[in-house]
C-alpha cells in the first residue's frame, strides 16, 4: 500500500505564497499521473492541477492558471504545487491524488490533504 503525505499548508495573507509537497512511500511514484484537488468549505472536491509521469505536461484550472505551478521529482518522490498570488477564494482543503497502472491493475490513492486558508 503506497502512502502520500500532503505538508505545506497554512494561513497566508492575500497576494501572498505558500508551497505544498505531497511525497510517496516505496518507489513506485514514477508510474503515477499525479493531481492536487482541493475542496473549499461546503464545496465539492475540485481539480487543481494535473502532471504526467515524467512532468512534461501540465493542466491547471482556469482559477489557477497564472498563479499556480504544479511539478514533480520523480527522484524524491514528491509532487510540488507552488501557489503564488493567493486569494480568499483559494481557501481550502488541498489533496494530492495518484493514478497509476501496473500489471494491468489500475491504483488510485488520495493523500490526507492540507488546509489552506487565505485571510487577512
Known amino acids: 500500500q503506497v502512502q502520500f503525505v500532503e505538508s505545506g499548508g497554512g494561513l497566508v495573507q492575500p497576494g501572498g505564497s505558500l508551497k505544498l509537497s505531497c511525497t510517496a512511500s516505496?518507489?513506485?511514484?514514477?508510474?503515477?499521473?499525479m493531481a492536487w484537488y482541493r475542496q473549499p468549505p461546503g464545496k465539492q472536491r475540485e481539480l487543481v492541477a494535473n502532471i504526467t509521469t515524467g512532468g512534461a505536461t501540465t493542466k491547471y484550472a482556469d482559477s489557477v492558471k497564472g498563479r499556480f505551478t504544479i511539478s514533480r521529482d520523480n527522484a524524491k518522490s514528491t509532487l510540488y504545487l507552488q501557489m503564488d498570488d493567493l486569494k480568499p477564494e483559494d481557501t481550502a482543503v488541498y489533496y494530492c491524488?495518484?493514478?497509476?497502472?501496473?500489471?494491468?491493475?489500475?491504483?488510485?490513492?488520495w493523500g490526507q490533504g492540507t488546509q489552506v486558508t487565505v485571510s487577512s
Open positions: 491524488h495518484a493514478d497509476g497502472t501496473e500489471f494491468g491493475a489500475d491504483y488510485i490513492y
Open positions: 516505496g518507489n513506485k511514484f514514477r508510474i503515477y499521473t
